[in-house]
């Protein structure tokens, strides 16, 4: 099993988000392309996150980088007769070191709760593997005020089950749903109110465990809106769908991540 070093307590961090994207010869560009680029970065910890079937791929080609990779879900069990799950030891084998959980795309479609996800979440954190985990409203709720009872809600689930400290070392990406894929990003504003939020719900684990709680912001990051987004304050980088398929624009959002840091 691989465990690579990556940076330590690093200011910002860029995700990419492949969802079911690609194939060998096309993620292999991808993958060289990103080493070619984004390597070296000071304040930026870039991760790749891939389907599967390309977690030894990605192995491969980032394990001698300072770029890591890791998954998009994984099984709330550690093994058993559970056909078609992936478990968080599985993806340890591949070096991942990172997982998304509960995207609005999963939550959705597969009908994942929030304790469901909250079970994930201990998961991966049980076997060091860094739980990404996704929060966010529907247009619907924004538009009836009730978002932050929403994300709050969701937070809840895993402090419910768990406490508050299981937050330590873990990343949240607030995701509005309706900002998912759409071209139509938050605000600096509203993302900042959000993230002030949650900031303010885990304080107990901010001011303990000080830089260990990242909060990104993801939907619809380009190239042109991450340079504000990545520039307020209580935002620490994006989780990026889209535009991570993308080298150059990945490039770009990457860079802009790094710059705001310093
Ligand atoms: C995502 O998949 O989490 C995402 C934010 O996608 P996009 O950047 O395409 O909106």
Request: with cysteine; net charge neutral.
């Given at each position: 099993?691989?465990?690579?070093?990556?940076?330590?307590?690093?200011?910002?961090?860029?995700?990419?988000?492949?969802?079911?994207?690609?194939?060998?010869?096309?993620?292999?560009?991808?993958?060289?392309?990103?080493?070619?680029?984004?390597?070296?970065?000071?304040?930026?910890?870039?991760?790749?996150?891939?389907?599967?079937?390309?977690?030894?791929?990605?192995?491969?080609?980032?394990?001698?980088?300072?770029?890591?990779?890791?998954?998009?879900?994984?099984?709330?069990?550690?093994?058993?007769?559970?056909?078609?799950?992936?478990?968080?030891?599985?993806?340890?084998?591949?070096?991942?070191?990172?997982?998304?959980?509960?995207?609005?795309?999963?939550?959705?479609?597969?009908?994942?709760?929030?304790?469901?996800?909250?079970?994930?979440?201990?998961?991966?954190?049980?076997?060091?593997?860094?739980?990404?985990?996704?929060?966010?409203?529907?247009?619907?709720?924004?538009?009836?005020?009730?978002?932050?009872?929403?994300?709050?809600?969701?937070?809840?689930?895993?402090?419910?089950?768990?406490?508050?400290?299981?937050?330590?070392?873990?990343?949240?990406?607030?995701?509005?749903?309706?900002?998912?894929?759409?071209?139509?990003?938050?605000?600096?504003?509203?993302?900042k109110a959000m993230h002030k939020f949650i900031r303010e719900k885990l304080s107990a684990v901010v001011a303990v465990h000080k830089n260990s709680l990242k909060i990104l912001y993801g939907g619809?990051?380009?190239?042109?809106?991450?340079?504000?987004?990545?520039?307020?304050?209580?935002?620490?980088?994006?989780?990026?769908?889209?535009?991570?398929?993308?080298?150059?624009?990945?490039?770009?959002?990457?860079?802009?991540?790094?710059?705001?840091?310093e």
């Amino acid at each position: 099993m691989t465990m690579k070093q990556i940076k330590k307590t690093p200011k910002k961090f860029v995700i990419a988000n492949w969802k079911m994207h690609g194939n060998l010869k096309q993620n292999q560009a991808l993958l060289e392309a990103y080493v070619k680029t984004l390597t070296g970065l000071k304040n930026t910890q870039v991760v790749v996150c891939v389907p599967y079937p390309y977690l030894a791929q990605a192995q491969s080609i980032l394990q001698s980088t300072d770029i890591a990779w890791g998954a998009q879900n994984l099984a709330k069990n550690e093994d058993g007769p559970f056909t078609g799950e992936v478990s968080v030891l599985m993806l340890r084998d591949f070096g991942a070191e990172y997982v998304i959980l509960g995207h609005s795309e999963r939550a959705t479609a597969y009908c994942e709760s929030d304790e469901n996800i909250a079970q994930k979440f201990m998961m991966a954190k049980k076997y060091g593997v860094t739980p990404i985990l996704c929060v966010g409203e529907t247009l619907i709720e924004r538009e009836a005020g009730v978002m932050e009872l929403k994300v709050g809600k969701q937070l809840d689930a895993i402090i419910d089950l768990y406490g508050i400290e299981v937050f330590a070392d873990t990343i949240i990406s607030y995701e509005p749903i309706w900002a998912i894929g759409t071209g139509l990003a938050a605000t600096p504003d509203q993302a900042k109110a959000m993230h002030k939020f949650i900031r303010e719900k885990l304080s107990a684990v901010v001011a303990v465990h000080k830089n260990s709680l990242k909060i990104l912001y993801g939907g619809s990051v380009n190239p042109q809106n991450a340079v504000q987004l990545f520039l307020v304050k209580n935002i620490d980088g994006g989780l990026v769908g889209k535009c991570s398929l993308n080298a150059q624009e990945f490039e770009d959002i990457c860079h802009a991540a790094e710059l705001s840091a310093e």
